[in-house]
């Protein structure tokens, strides 16, 4: 096993049915989901935050490195590491620069719009 392959996901992400296609098995999302998932991205209030910190969140979802937890207000994030994870939620996250509060992280843009995509 080549430790760098991408995590294969079996059910998806947001609404945790069985994924068929291979396509859905690497996005870690149905097709609906993951058309909902890029709709909630184009909402206006994810347009306040910064475009660059918005597409570092877009690829993070696309990448299923984050994932909801407890009815889809806090999220676990896999750091870009690949072990440590952080819990990020809209309003606030656990990583280093989040802790510190003076930036919104890119964790909690995309926990964001999750959150609306739920
Ligand atoms: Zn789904
Ligand atoms: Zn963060």
Redesign the pocket.
């Known amino acids: 096993m080549n430790a760098a392959a991408t995590t294969e996901h079996t059910h998806c992400l947001r609404c945790r049915r069985v994924l068929r296609s291979a396509r859905s098995v690497a996005a870690g999302y149905g097709p609906t989901c993951q058309r909902k998932v890029r709709e909630a991205a184009k909402a206006e209030v994810v347009s306040q935050y910064k475009a660059h910190l918005v597409a570092k969140a877009e690829e993070l979802i696309e990448q299923g490195g984050i994932i909801a937890l407890r009815g889809h207000r806090i999220f676990q994030?896999v750091a870009s590491n690949g072990t440590d994870t952080?819990k990020?939620a809209p309003q606030g996250?656990t990583?280093a620069?989040?802790l510190k509060g003076k930036h919104v992280?890119y964790?909690?843009i995309a926990a964001h719009i999750l959150s609306l995509a739920a």
């Open positions: 994030v952080y990020a996250c990583c620069a989040g992280c964790h909690r």
